[in-house]
């Protein structure tokens, strides 16, 4: 994977913006640990940074944002502090649903959500139902998110649309795949911001970033505020996207 690491910012171009922002939020539990902290006080801050980050999308002009949370591979972590992510997701929900109401978010979860706790995947639910309408910005947030699960699932369902006669073979395409991923109703995402300085994908939309630009900066994620995403708009700007073809 090819990244590149920006530390200037410049101007952003606002007819220039990304559609689709994606963020990979890493760095929580280092931020902790610099400051001889518990590792739930970074995803505290964490949660605030992202927040802070929501709102200036909206502020700027940018239709979505995806924000990876916790992934499948996530539950390896101790489980005291899985049992915290848990509730902090939950509460955060109960907190914020009426300030997401009132800034016309529309937030929505991918990943598979059936093993998380019965009570959080009644707020999340709750939450999609009450903001579904709302158009101010898009707000996906992956919650025990895989992209090589997401992908085995979209197989599975177009192979049993296939064994029911409602698909043919020769008509699976690229869109159709696009279709059975958790992120149908996005577009895929224009950039893509890794926090933490770490230069890998850690299994988030394999499939949607094919032709995304990636922005890594070595700042922790709880640092990550307006100045930095102005940076990464700044970098995407100056990129020269030519989807593989030649001008």
Same mark, same amino acid.
């Given at each position: 994977m090819t990244a590149q690491l920006i530390t200037k910012s410049t101007q952003v171009n606002q007819a220039k913006l990304p559609n689709h922002v994606a963020v990979i939020m890493d760095g929580n539990g280092r931020w902790a640990k610099q400051r001889g902290l518990p590792r739930i006080e970074g995803h505290r801050r964490g949660a605030n940074a992202l927040k802070e980050?929501?709102?200036y999308c909206k502020d700027l002009g940018i239709k979505t944002l995806t924000a990876y949370a916790f992934s499948t591979e996530n539950w390896g972590r101790p489980t005291g502090e899985?049992?915290?992510l848990m509730s902090l997701f939950e509460r955060l929900l109960q907190k914020e649903l009426k300030e997401m109401e009132a800034e016309e978010v529309c937030i929505n979860f991918i990943?598979? %959500?059936t093993p998380l706790p019965p009570s959080l995947q009644q707020e999340m639910h709750h939450s999609m139902e009450r903001t579904k309408h709302n158009q101010g910005v898009f707000f +996906?947030?992956?919650i025990n998110y895989g992209s090589r699960h997401e992908m085995i699932h979209a197989c599975k369902a177009i192979a049993q649309k296939v064994q029911q006669g409602e698909l043919s073979t020769d008509s699976i395409n690229d869109q159709t795949i696009s279709?059975? %991923?958790?992120?149908?109703?996005s577009p895929d995402p224009d950039l893509l911001i890794r926090t933490s300085g770490e230069m890998r %994908?850690? +299994?988030?939309m394999l499939w949607?970033?094919?032709y995304t630009e990636i922005y890594v900066t070595e700042t922790l994620w709880p640092d990550f505020d307006n100045d930095q995403l102005d940076r990464a708009i700044v970098a995407f700007q100056q990129r020269d996207r030519?989807?593989?073809k030649v001008k």
């Open positions: 980050i929501l709102r899985v049992s915290f990943g598979d %959500l +996906n947030v992956a279709q059975h %991923l958790y992120t149908s109703a %994908l850690s +299994n988030f949607q970033l094919a030519r989807f593989g």
